[in-house]
């Protein structure tokens, strides 16, 4: 799994269960779930993306194969939006 990092343009606030992200180069927003919103905070924190997902595969009370499954599923679809770009470590 490749480490990523938030972009710069993208601001975060948590609301709740959920954690909205407001990409600033484009005015759009996303909302993710808690779980997803934790892998984001641990992200943000510099955390590496493996790393990230194994502690909120610990933090959920769910089997960690599907935690991982669905986890790397929000990380693709981060990228794919360009919230996200690789980190250099």
Known sequence: MIDVKPERHV??????????LLD??????YSLNEPAGRLWALLSD????AAAVEQVSLEYDA???????????????????ELVSPAVR
């Not at 601001?11 to 909205?20: A, Q, R």
């Not at 510099?46 to 993306?49: A, L």
């Not at 089997?63 to 939006?81: C, H, M, N, S, Y």
């Open 11 to 20: 601001v975060s606030v948590v609301d709740g269960e959920d954690t909205i």
């Open 46 to 49: 510099g955390m590496p993306t």
């Open 24 to 29: 600033l180069k484009r005015n759009l927003y």
């Open 63 to 81: 089997a960690p194969a599907i935690v991982k499954a669905d986890l790397t599923a929000v990380v693709q679809g981060l990228r794919e939006a």
